[in-house]
């Protein structure tokens, strides 16, 4: 198993563009979700999915921010605009339903100038 | 809303020295996690627990879980450089959403 797959890896924009981040869940994992990791606030859960499902985006930052699972293996984070305080790492992780801990992809690092 | 603080923030010590990071909630954990992060990575899990007294053993790693279940602990034994990395906690709150600790972030000098 590859594990889950995020991409880009590294991802610098101009102010006001649009970002979108990938995500490709492990095969048979059920809920996914997305976090964003900064040194001054650690890990935020932004959004997670159960079945496709949007359950929970409590934790998005304001409507710049959208997310979208429109099949089992694939996701995006979209930032429209982007603005410079945007910048952190991105991660997407998944799970089944039989288990508590969650599988992380490598991250996106997102740096917004 | 539960809050879970780790300590120390950050700990440096030399190859071979023991050492033990904490982690405590505001209330009762359901389940407890313990994921190793390394530079570029996401976090790894490294193990979960469940029952209050519960301890288990990953090589040279000791996990602990408080009889109450608001605390819990993670021993290294004769660290190594490789041991480097940001360990976290976390606890799922409901529906599989989990929160994570700030992370003691851990440096082994060879």
């Known amino acids: 198993d590859a594990g889950v797959i995020q991409s880009p890896r590294h991802e610098v924009t101009e102010m006001g563009q649009e970002v979108t981040l990938r995500c490709k869940p492990i095969?048979?994992?059920?809920?996914l979700f997305w976090y964003r990791q900064t040194m001054m606030r650690g890990l935020e859960l932004l959004i997670y999915?159960?079945?496709?499902?949007?359950?929970?985006d409590s934790g998005m930052p304001e409507d710049r921010f959208s997310a979208k699972m429109p099949n089992a293996s694939f996701s995006t984070l979209k930032i429209q605009p982007s603005e410079p305080r945007d910048s952190a790492v991105y991660f997407c992780?998944?799970?089944?339903?039989?288990?508590?801990?969650?599988?992380f992809g490598s991250g996106t690092r997102l740096t917004v100038v | 809303t539960q809050l879970l603080e780790q300590s120390p923030q950050f700990l440096s010590i030399q190859e071979g020295e023991n050492l033990t990071v904490y982690c405590n909630s505001s209330?009762?954990?359901?389940?407890l996690q313990w994921y190793r992060q390394e530079p570029g990575e996401g976090p790894v899990l490294l193990v979960t627990v469940v029952t209050g007294g519960e301890v288990k053993k990953l090589k040279r790693l000791t996990f602990q879980f408080g009889d109450a279940r608001k605390d819990s602990s993670l021993h290294i034994t004769a660290a190594q450089p490789g041991d480097t990395g940001l360990y976290l906690c976390a606890e799922n709150t409901g529906g599989f959403k989990t929160i994570f600790g700030a992370g003691t972030r851990l440096f082994v000098k060879a």
């Open positions: 992780a998944s799970v089944s339903g039989q288990n508590y801990g969650y599988t």
């Open positions: 209330s009762v954990f359901s389940s």
């Open positions: 095969s048979g994992h059920n809920s």
């Open positions: 999915f159960n079945n496709n499902v949007p359950i929970d």
